[in-house]
């Protein structure tokens, strides 16, 4: 990633505007150490921007209120959405470095959901509960709990290999041959439809894994029945 992203800096003529990215993949890959800041040093040398995109990642949901916490790069910018709201309700919001409002006197905006005073009271207590109620760092236990017990799964049930991700954007990763499949979007989509029949609500996060990412108000009993559902997903045969 890193010489391709050198390749294309060195090659444009009218030079990289910004580089627009997921600090942590939302399908729970998580960079190796060093990535983002060698990225953020090549912004910098090139008059680059580094936008992060932590819609999926951000507000605590990987044990960090923003995920680029993990990754040892600061960006100019942040976009945040989906949690934003709770879930429920539609707002997102970027956040940017100061020194980027270069024309604070000119009315640029005044569209006609730009300003939606509900939304923006749902954002604000939906942080507040955040802050209030030690949510990030129930997400880093939940995390601990969740690889314990799939670590503890996996020693037990063959289709199960592990899992992947942060704090709880998780990913749990199967072994397509306990069930006499090859990996890739139908073994995939096999999963996730049994899930569906079982009560899960999930999403294929690659060719042998799905999605574990649950919300940072899970209760125990919530969690309990989802590693029940889990290990049925796990022991019958998706087809």
Not at 166 to 190: N, Q, S, T, V, Y
């Amino acid at each position: 990633m890193l010489a391709e992203m050198r390749e294309a800096f060195g090659a444009s003529e009218t030079g990289i505007a910004a580089v627009v990215a997921e600090p942590i993949r939302s399908n729970c890959h998580v960079p190796p150490d060093g990535l983002w800041a060698e990225v953020r040093d090549l912004c910098n040398r090139h008059g680059a921007l580094l936008i992060f995109d932590e819609i999926p990642s951000g507000l605590g949901k990987t044990g960090r209120f923003f995920a680029f916490e993990h990754v040892g790069a600061i960006p100019d910018a942040v976009v945040l959405g989906k949690a934003l709201g709770g879930g429920v309700l539609p707002i997102a919001a970027v956040i940017a470095d100061a020194r980027l409002d270069i024309a604070p006197e000119l009315d640029l905006g005044h569209y006609t959901h730009e300003k939606n005073p509900l939304t923006t009271r749902a954002a604000l207590t939906m942080i507040e509960i955040v802050e209030r109620d030690g949510l990030v760092g129930r997400a880093v236990e939940l995390e601990r709990r969740i690889r314990s017990r799939i670590a503890a799964l996996a020693s037990e049930v063959p289709a199960i290999l592990g899992v992947r991700g942060c704090g709880l954007l998780l990913a749990i990763e199967f072994d397509p041959a306990a069930f006499g499949m090859k990996p890739g979007p139908a073994f995939a989509g096999h999963l996730v439809s049994r899930c569906f029949e079982l009560g899960l609500s999930t999403t294929s996060k690659g060719p042998a894994s799905i999605g574990f990412s649950l919300p940072m108000t899970v209760t125990d009993a919530e969690l309990e029945l989802c590693f029940e559902r889990l290990e049925r997903v796990a022991a019958v045969p998706p087809c």
